[in-house]
């Protein structure tokens, strides 16, 4: 998976360096972390996707999105598929069962349907779009046709690229952009094995799919109520609008941190209750084995459960009537320490590299590592050092969090003997 990811970005930005993609070149630095944050899905810029690419330099991005979204859903999936073989016949049939929707069948199969859905989905949301852009904005047919395929492509995937030089600030109150761009977040962002079992049809959904659906649903109402909460009267972001473009913004303000990256209000002249609401956002992220990043839902949730079973003196943790494995724990638990550290130590670097504030460098820090794409406004102004921190942010964040993932559950193994018990004082 990390060759095959530093292939797409290496292959993005020399297409990216060619004259035809851009109408002005500042040199080597902007092809590189616009292919690095295409291919990763984040949305971060260091220059205007809008005015400085020309609209071939746009497909090149468009194809690197696509590529980086689908390829990381598929490589997850088939990790699945190793997983499930690696474990054994036994243990990989317990596994089938319990997630309803990757099988020990073959890879085609899983890539197939995979296809379909991200096809099926993509094609819904431009469907959408394009009357809106063509009637209500007086676009021609053709930039209408353009703008609903690249945002609807973008929105799945969780990349946050616009072709709009204030991203969607523009279309903030307007619910026939806004809220199928909504819509298409949150599918790319439940992951693959959790969409295929929901449009399958079954009446008893796995424990995966039941904690990744409802964590979400519970962590976009959070973060809705919350957004709007904080920024209600802001005079600089949601003040001016009318309760209905209120509360579209407000979805939007819990929507977009799930790594979706689309901005529909200026995060710079946002309130500090909002951008902390939104760094733990951006941190959790989405499903697995889907186009979000950050640590995941089921990652953060397993970790609320482990903490809830132990303050209520359980031996075991469970989780609707069944047992969690204390391999699942120690991996939850392996991979939100390492996202921590890994962001920490992003933070860090960049503080030394740059002139930035604390606050502002770890939301932008947060945003790279959860491939999320939102910014305070000092992403065009990061110095060489700087930028090149947030592409290892960026690059770590896709690649190293499923990587890790699926890392430890195929190096999990049974000890045939138990040693003996000694405690440590905690706390």
Not at 184 to 202: K, T, Y
Not at 384 to 390: E, H, K
Not at 393 to 411: K, N, P
Request: hydrophobic share 50%; charged share 10%.
């Amino acid at each position: 998976m990390p060759l095959a990811f530093l292939f797409a970005i290496t292959l993005g930005t020399l297409l990216l360096s060619l004259p035809f993609a851009a109408s002005d070149s500042e040199g080597f630095m902007p092809a590189l972390f616009t292919s690095v944050s295409a291919v990763c899905v984040t949305g971060l810029t260091t220059v205007d996707t809008a005015t400085y690419w020309t609209p071939a330099g746009q497909a090149v991005i468009l194809g690197l999105i696509q590529v980086g979204g689908f390829g990381i859903m598929t490589l997850a999936s088939v990790l699945l598929l190793a997983i499930g073989r690696k474990l054994g016949l036994r243990n990989g049939l317990i596994a089938q069962t319990e997630t309803h929707s990757i099988g020990l069948g073959e890879v085609r199969a899983v890539v197939r349907r995979l296809a379909l859905i991200v096809l099926a989905t993509e094609t819904t949301i431009a469907l959408i779009l394009f009357p809106r852009f063509l009637i209500a904005y007086d676009d021609d047919t053709g930039t209408a046709a353009w703008h609903a395929v690249f945002h609807a492509v973008s929105a799945f995937n969780n990349a946050g690229f616009a072709l709009y030089s204030d991203s969607l600030i523009s279309f903030v109150d307007d619910p026939w952009v806004m809220l199928p761009l909504c819509a298409a977040v949150i599918v790319g962002g439940l992951g693959f094995p959790v969409v295929a079992e929901v449009v399958s049809g079954r009446k008893k959904w796995s424990i995966h799919t039941r904690v990744t659906v409802y964590g979400t649903l519970l962590l976009l109402l959070v973060g809705t109520i919350g957004f709007g909460l904080a920024e209600w009267t802001n005079d600089r972001t949601l003040g001016p609008l009318s309760l209905g473009g209120k509360l579209i913004a407000a979805i939007t303000g819990g929507v977009m941190p799930r790594t979706a990256g689309f901005n529909s209000i200026d995060y710079g002249s946002a309130t500090a209750e909002s951008l902390m609401l939104t760094d733990i956002l951006m941190f959790i992220g989405g499903g697995s084995a889907g186009t979000a990043g950050g640590i995941k839902v089921s990652t953060f949730l397993v970790l609320g459960f482990v903490i809830w079973s132990e303050l209520r003196g359980e031996p075991t943790v469970s989780i609707s009537n069944r047992a969690l494995p204390s391999t699942v724990q120690r991996q939850a638990l392996t991979v939100a320490l390492l996202a921590v550290g890994v962001v920490m130590a992003g933070t860090m670097a960049m503080m030394i590299a740059t002139d930035f504030e604390f606050e502002p460098l770890l939301f932008e820090s947060i945003s790279a590592f959860a491939t999320v794409g939102l910014s305070t406004g000092i992403t065009f102004d990061m110095p060489p050092a700087g930028q090149f921190v947030l592409i290892s942010l960026m690059y770590v964040g896709r690649v190293g969090i499923v990587t890790v993932g699926a890392a430890l559950a195929l190096s999990a193994k049974r000890r045939r003997y138990v040693l003996p018990e000694e405690h440590v004082i905690v706390g």
